[in-house]
């Protein structure tokens, strides 16, 4: 059965011209003046993909992306805008729009764009969110409400060629998320690359990104290919994308609205096809406010933007990837997976982490090489600063590192009792604060009401 094409323009000349385009493409295609048509003609037929334009008679194409969101979320919509106008592209590709074509139209962009719909994974009119979001895998670890929100997010920006914003914290795993949506993309069978801008001299970065040619400068002794060439049809990850001179930052908003680049010493341009993710740990719009980053290339990068939980935003996900990193670190070592005690749990749990999943990662691996009897004790962890209530007692949303707690180490001090007797004081205060709510009191905590109630139990608290 062919994969049929819904076509909306008010103009018949552009009507034809996509119909026979298509019709070369061996797809079948159904055509419509305006909105009103459009929409009934969704009703009593199936579709792989529509393409509006942006200008209707009765409306826009922002309405049909909106509407097709709505109603036919299985179906991506691409937009057709006159040249030069970038606003509307954006806005299309906020409202939900898989990519757009600017007029005149060039056929061959329009090919790979039709091309790359029709490779996205089929999603049924009637999946819930739970299910597209299951597709994502278990590369990003937990179950915590922030995680299952994220996943979910990811599993639609997968479906769309918009440019992605990823922000977090360092270590929160920013690259994870893009690598998820790049995987569960149409462009998951060619390359993702991932570059850390601020690791780049600034004298190499144009030649590490647009690629040179051969005596272009002192030691270009031959052509190199750039890395937007190397990620041609599949996706860059412009990872501190702040930390890009501003002088690269025009070079990069040229290439985003022109597909295409210009190595150093050529005189010619190359078209390349590339999906941009970027991510800082820096706020990006305050950055923008100190002249550190072009605002139009934030707008264009800025499409879209996904936030990734920190660590203390996602306390209930401890337990859960504890276990996934100690059985990477068995794997990796060849050796039988480590076990975590209660005591350690519960130091981890209480814990700020301001490097987030990549320190859990270290503090993992050193007490796993560490530990007796292959299971990892509170002693084994070794904490930039000791777990404190304040990271425990603050809303998760708002928690912030806090400064070293200063403990007296006695003699007969236990680091045991020590954990024990500020898990006790935390839980209390809340208890207190919320006026004996558990519910409440494990909100406050950052925890689950069935984390609580354990360890009210374990703690003679109950």
Same mark, same amino acid.
């Given at each position: 059965?062919?994969?049929?094409?819904?076509?909306?323009?008010d103009?018949?000349?552009?009507?034809?011209?996509?119909?026979?385009?298509?019709?070369?493409?061996?797809?079948?295609?159904n055509?419509?003046?305006?909105?009103e048509?459009?929409?009934?003609l969704?009703?009593?037929?199936?579709?792989?993909?529509?393409?509006?334009?942006?200008?209707?008679?009765?409306?826009?194409? #922002?309405?049909?992306?909106?509407? #097709?969101? $709505?109603k036919?979320?299985?179906?991506?919509?691409?937009?057709?805008?006159?040249?030069?106008t970038?606003?509307?592209?954006?806005?299309?590709? $906020?409202?939900?729009?898989?990519?757009?074509?600017s007029?005149?139209?060039?056929?061959?962009?329009?090919?790979?764009l039709?091309?790359?719909?029709?490779?996205?994974?089929?999603?049924r009119?009637?999946?819930?969110?739970?299910?597209?979001?299951?597709?994502?895998?278990?590369?990003?670890?937990?179950?915590?409400?922030?995680?299952?929100?994220?996943?979910e997010?990811i599993?639609?920006?997968?479906?769309?060629?918009?440019?992605? !914003?990823?922000?977090?914290?360092?270590?929160?795993?920013?690259?994870?998320?893009?690598?998820?949506?790049? $995987?569960?993309?149409?462009?998951s069978?060619?390359p993702?690359?991932?570059?850390?801008?601020?690791?780049?001299?600034?004298?190499?970065?144009e030649?590490?990104?647009?690629?040179?040619?051969?005596?272009?400068?002192?030691?270009a002794d *031959?052509?190199?290919?750039?890395?937007?060439q190397?990620?041609?049809?599949?996706?860059?990850?412009?990872?501190?994308?702040?930390d890009?001179p501003?002088?690269?930052?025009?070079?990069?908003?040229?290439?985003?609205?022109?597909?295409?680049?210009?190595?150093?010493?050529?005189?010619?341009?190359?078209?390349?096809?590339?999906?941009?993710?970027?991510?800082?740990?820096?706020n990006l719009?305050?950055?923008?406010?100190?002249?550190?980053l072009?605002?139009?290339? !934030?707008?264009?990068?800025?499409?879209i933007?996904?936030?990734?939980?920190?660590?203390?935003?996602?306390?209930?996900?401890?337990?859960?990837?504890?276990?996934?990193?100690?059985?990477?670190?068995?794997?990796?070592?060849s050796t039988?997976v480590c076990?975590?005690?209660?005591?350690?749990?519960?130091?981890?749990?209480?814990y700020?982490?301001?490097?987030?999943?990549?320190?859990?990662?270290? #503090?993992?691996?050193?007490a796993?090489?560490?530990?007796?009897?292959?299971?990892?004790?509170?002693?084994?962890?070794?904490?930039?600063?000791?777990?404190?209530?304040?990271?425990?007692?603050?809303d998760?949303?708002?928690?912030?590192?806090?400064?070293?707690?200063?403990?007296?180490?006695?003699?007969?001090?236990?680091l045991?009792?020590h954990?024990e007797?500020?898990?006790?004081?935390?839980?209390?205060?809340?208890?207190k604060?919320?006026r004996?709510?558990?519910?409440?009191?494990?909100?406050?905590l950052?925890m689950?009401?069935? *984390?609580?109630?354990?360890?009210?139990?374990?703690l003679?608290?109950?």
């Amino acid at each position: 059965m062919k994969n049929r094409i819904l076509i909306v323009d008010d103009e018949p000349d552009i009507r034809e011209l996509l119909e026979i385009t298509l019709g070369r493409m061996s797809l079948a295609t159904n055509s419509a003046a305006d909105l009103e048509s459009a929409r009934q003609l969704l009703s009593t037929e199936h579709f792989n993909l529509c393409l509006t334009d942006m200008r209707l008679p009765d409306g826009d194409g #922002i309405e049909l992306v909106e509407y #097709i969101q $709505k109603k036919h979320k299985q179906i991506p919509c691409a937009v057709i805008t006159a040249h030069g106008t970038t606003e509307s592209a954006i806005k299309a590709l $906020k409202s939900g729009a898989f990519d757009f074509v600017s007029k005149p139209i060039d056929l061959q962009k329009l090919r790979d764009l039709v091309n790359a719909a029709l490779r996205l994974p089929q999603q049924r009119e009637d999946e819930a969110p739970a299910a597209a979001e299951s597709r994502i895998g278990p590369s990003i670890t937990g179950q915590s409400k922030r995680v299952v929100e994220l996943r979910e997010q990811i599993a639609k920006l997968a479906r769309s060629q918009a440019p992605v !914003y990823i922000s977090g914290e360092s270590g929160s795993g920013k690259e994870l998320a893009a690598r998820a949506i790049h $995987k569960n993309s149409s462009r998951s069978g060619a390359p993702f690359i991932a570059v850390n801008c601020g690791a780049i001299p600034k004298d190499l970065v144009e030649s590490e990104l647009f690629g040179h040619i051969k005596g272009s400068f002192t030691g270009a002794d *031959s052509d190199k290919q750039g890395l937007f060439q190397a990620a041609h049809c599949g996706t860059l990850f412009l990872d501190e994308i702040a930390d890009l001179p501003l002088h690269t930052q025009v070079k990069l908003l040229r290439v985003i609205q022109e597909k295409a680049i210009r190595p150093v010493g050529s005189q010619s341009e190359q078209a390349v096809d590339v999906r941009i993710l970027s991510a800082t740990h820096k706020n990006l719009a305050k950055e923008v406010e100190l002249g550190h980053l072009r605002q139009d290339l !934030y707008f264009r990068l800025n499409v879209i933007e996904l936030s990734v939980p920190s660590l203390r935003q996602r306390v209930d996900d401890i337990p859960e990837l504890c276990l996934s990193i100690l059985n990477k670190i068995a794997k990796e070592n060849s050796t039988d997976v480590c076990k975590l005690s209660n005591e350690a749990i519960a130091a981890l749990s209480l814990y700020h982490f301001p490097g987030n999943v990549r320190e859990l990662e270290n #503090i993992l691996q050193r007490a796993a090489t560490l530990c007796e009897d292959n299971t990892i004790q509170a002693e084994n962890l070794e904490f930039i600063s000791a777990p404190n209530t304040e990271a425990a007692t603050l809303d998760t949303e708002t928690a912030k590192p806090t400064p070293e707690e200063n403990v007296q180490l006695s003699d007969d001090f236990s680091l045991e009792k020590h954990l024990e007797s500020i898990e006790i004081e935390a839980i209390e205060k809340a208890l207190k604060e919320t006026r004996w709510n558990k519910t409440a009191a494990a909100k406050k905590l950052g925890m689950s009401f069935r *984390s609580l109630r354990y360890r009210l139990k374990k703690l003679g608290l109950d």
